[in-house]
């Protein structure tokens, strides 16, 4: 570690520190990156723009694949979930054809999600990644990148208290997001953005309330989609197809149990269980694959590399598993001086990606019909139909979607 004070720009540094991987953003990805490192004996240390207690209380993603289990239990960080995950094998989709349910546990491979919420994951990693010697610095703006593309590249910091610094070591990795530092800093044309808005926006609820139903349930309707997906004993996840641009606050309490009570026919299949909206958000259904995941010596991982749709439960799972390529890449070229890994590291990452992102946009196409009475629409919402009576009834159908829907 090195101190001083120097001026760069307008931007005055208070403190320079050199580590040997600068990781930007404490989410699934730059945890599970961090803790492996670690593992290692690699120095390292996280920067993440919000507090701890938001970290640790921001509700996300739920359902965790096999693969990803096999990943955190290998490396030691599984067991909060093991102990207190669910596992969980049936998902149901009710429409205007009637409900029928698919038991994808005994489907495909036969295999099933575990169902751990990702604020409890992120609260077990960060204590794991603390208790490794890790370094997380919550509430730390980062305000720049500089020589990204030579050999040592370093990270401007802007702390919680106003104390500004300079971070430095031999590669970086943006774990932020698509809207994070990671990809502000990249050159133009250094990477191609693939984009894609899927014309579908949710409103995201979490409800204490119980589960209604055991099975995850998706719901087809001629007012929009709504869904059903259990977190925990006391608390369940709601999704409902509005406008885009829908102000959550105009959704009060008594309207989203009525619009979900309508689009998932309780008059037909009993009520839904009730209780206070924890939270509401809109989320539009999008999508972005950054090609190549890497510049120099940045290197994407988590939505930063690939942005996916909520609609299969695949952004966790594969931040996880980009998060476990790159820290092999990462510990070989420190410990080994084998370059390999890094070079081959977007390569590795981007099949599967690409792969989740297909799936995730046929469940879109499968769970939302387009509005409309124009010949196109009324066409649309009849293939629509067919996917749904096909998965239904024709077992090779089902064996493939069980084998993608649990897969990653």
């Not at 990803?68 to 989709?93: I, M, P, W, Y």
């Not at 295999?111 to 610095?137: K, S």
């Not at 401007?156 to 500004?164: A, E, H, N, S, V």
Request: proline share 4%.
């Amino acid at each position: 570690m090195t101190y001083g004070v120097r001026r760069t720009g307008e931007f005055t540094l208070s403190l320079s520190q050199r580590v040997q991987v600068v990781i930007v953003g404490a989410g699934p990805a730059g945890l599970v990156l961090g803790n492996m490192l670690r593992a290692a004996d690699i120095s390292c240390v996280i920067v993440e723009r919000q507090a701890r207690v938001h970290v640790e209380q921001r509700g996300r993603a739920g359902f965790l694949a096999p693969a990803s289990v096999r990943v955190l239990d290998e490396n030691g960080l599984a067991g909060g979930l093991l102990a207190k995950g669910q596992s969980h094998g049936t998902c149901a989709f009710r429409g205007e054809h009637g409900q029928f349910e698919l038991n994808y546990g005994e489907l495909g491979q036969r295999q099933v999600h575990t169902v751990y919420p990702q604020q409890l994951l992120v609260t077990d990693l960060i204590a794991e990644f603390l208790d490794r010697g890790g370094d997380i610095r919550f509430g730390t703006t980062v305000t720049g990148m500089h020589g990204i593309d030579g050999d040592s590249p370093s990270v401007d910091c802007l702390g919680p208290d106003g104390d500004t610094y300079r971070l430095s070591g031999e590669y970086v990795a943006g774990c932020d997001g698509q809207r994070g530092a990671a990809l502000r800093e990249l050159p133009t044309g250094a990477a191609e953005a693939f984009r894609r808005y899927h014309g579908v926006t949710w409103l995201a609820l979490l409800a204490q309330a119980p589960p209604s139903m055991e099975a995850v349930t998706y719901a087809v309707h001629d007012r929009g989609f709504a869904g059903h997906m259990a977190r925990t004993a006391t608390v369940t996840r709601f999704y409902l197809q509005v406008p885009r641009g829908e102000d959550p606050e105009d959704w009060s309490d008594a309207r989203i149990w009525d619009e979900l009570g309508t689009r998932m026919r309780t008059e037909e299949y009993g009520p839904l269980r009730e209780g206070p909206i924890l939270e509401r958000a809109t989320v539009d259904l999008s999508s972005a694959v950054s090609v190549p995941m890497q510049y120099g010596r940045l290197f994407l991982a988590g939505d930063a590399a690939g942005l996916i749709s909520p609609s299969a439960a695949k952004g966790a799972n594969l931040a996880i598993m980009t998060a476990r390529t790159l820290a092999a890449a990462l510990t070989d070229a420190l410990t080994r001086d084998d370059q390999r890994g890094l070079v081959g590291y977007s390569d590795a990452c981007l099949p599967r990606i690409w792969h989740a992102q297909e799936f995730s946009h046929w469940m879109i196409n499968l769970l939302h019909g387009p509005a409309g009475d124009d010949e196109d629409a009324v066409f649309l919402r009849r293939l629509q139909h067919a996917r749904l009576m096909s998965l239904r009834d024709r077992r090779s159908h089902q064996d493939h979607f069980a084998e993608n829907y649990v897969g990653i």
